[in-house]
């Protein structure tokens, strides 16, 4: 946890008592903890020459430390089995990246820390455009049979493999849901907020629809997505790290909102120290190449760990619950329970924070935001994680309250 709360921080509150008969809507939440499990990582546990390679004094504790429960990874040997194995004790679930000759004495070797498995990532750059498309779908085909026709890994989740293209190549790939459990793709937002750009230009509903192309009606997952810090990058754009830990908290919630199963962000570590920013690929990290965290990583932590719950079957109930926003703007927001009862609303603007042209942060203008309850709950929590994994207030039996919003996520906690 960070201590202090900076002098930014503000929430302009004003608390009434009266209030309106309709307008209300019954919100029907999500469950807290799979919100939680839709957050992972990609990590390189094999990249030796890299900063994964500092694997007790950095990637360990820092992976424990953080609080995501799903890594993405596509190496294996004896030594980074073992790694897993470790990491696994604390909750630290995988997808492995893998071919079909390797995948059953993989499963077996890792046992119940893995989670599920992955064709070959990016085929379409790795052979020559109208000789990819064969050698993908055989290696999805073989992938998925190998792990089904074998009575001690049939359980686990085959994830269609992803393309680098997302925005041409599955049309050319192919409908090949039958051999998956789940789709995979590569929203990359290219330095914009998470809403508007799913990579290669396309919009959220567009890049979706063309997934489907290749994954059918099976559930997806964002095997790759996020942002890098090197901001002179004009064909994959990078946004400074103040700008990068508040896209990568809204980034969650939108691919959540969207029926997004997990988003593994790319990546955990900076692959190496570049300190004149000449390399985009050593920026991608939640944690910089000298060890010490980025405001990103802190802010999934704090998220993480206000919205840690109990992994407990419970049925969720609906939240009587009307948000004006007094205008045109459109305030995005994801209501969750936890198994104890309390209902987490969370709020955030689809805003730009840094300008691509100029380099520059951007720090938007605040909007009023009014939520009216039918029923004033017993106490209402403010957070905000990119600030704290601590309230910054607290109020009790109110029906009504009026804040404003600025560009960082709002999480209110509100016990009935």
């Known amino acids: 946890m960070r201590k202090g709360i900076p002098i930014y921080v503000v929430f302009l509150l004003f608390i009434f008592n009266v209030v309106a008969a309709s307008g209300y809507k019954a919100i029907i939440p999500y469950k807290a903890s799979d919100f939680i499990h839709s957050i992972g990582v990609n990590t390189h546990f094999g990249y030796y020459d890299t900063q994964y390679g500092l694997y007790e004094d950095v990637l360990k504790p820092r992976l424990i430390e953080s609080g995501i429960k799903h890594i993405r990874d596509g190496t294996y040997n004896e030594d980074v089995l073992q790694k897993y194995r470790d990491v696994g004790q604390y909750g630290i679930r995988l997808l492995l990246i893998t071919r079909p000759s390797r995948a ?64 041409d190549n599955p049309a050319r790939l192919g409908d090949i849901s039958q051999w998956m459990d789940y789709g995979g793709m590569h929203p990359y937002a290219a330095g914009q907020h998470p809403s508007n750009h799913w990579g290669w230009g396309l919009s959220m509903e567009k890049a979706i629809s063309t997934a489907r192309l290749v994954s059918g009606e099976k559930p997806l997952l964002a095997t790759e997505c996020g942002y890098h810090n090197k901001t002179d990058n004009p064909h994959h754009p990078g946004v400074s790290e103040k700008a990068a830990a508040i896209y990568h908290i809204h980034l969650p919630f939108v691919y959540f909102n969207e029926g997004i199963t997990r988003s593994y962000k790319y990546e955990f570590l900076d692959l190496k120290p570049d300190p004149k920013m000449t390399d985009m690929e050593c920026h991608f990290g939640l944690i910089r190449s000298d060890g010490t965290p980025k405001p990103s990583f802190y802010a999934l932590k704090n998220l993480l760990e206000i919205l840690e719950d109990e992994e407990i079957n419970f049925t969720v109930a609906p939240l009587m619950l009307h948000i004006n926003t007094f205008g045109d703007e459109k305030v995005e927001y994801t209501l969750l329970q936890k198994s104890d009862g309390s209902y987490w609303l969370a709020l955030f603007r689809n805003v730009t924070v840094f300008e691509l042209d100029r380099k520059e942060d951007i720090d938007p203008v605040s909007i009023p935001v009014q939520l009216r309850f039918k029923k004033a709950p017993r106490k209402i929590s403010l957070y905000m994680p990119n600030v704290s994994d601590q309230f910054l207030l607290s109020l009790q039996k109110q029906k009504q309250l009026d804040l404003s919003l600025g560009s960082e996520l709002l999480l209110i906690e509100i016990e009935k």
Do not use: C, Y
């Not at 890792?110 to 990532?121: Q, R």
């Open 104 to 167: 059953i004495h993989q499963a077996k070797s890792i046992g119940p820390m893995l989670w599920g498995m992955e064709a070959i990532n990016e085929p379409d750059v790795r052979k020559e455009p109208g000789t990819w498309e064969e050698f993908a779908r055989n290696e999805q085909q073989q992938l998925f049979e190998t792990i089904k026709n074998d009575e001690a890994t049939k359980h686990i989740p085959v994830v269609g493999l992803s393309l680098a293209n997302i925005r």
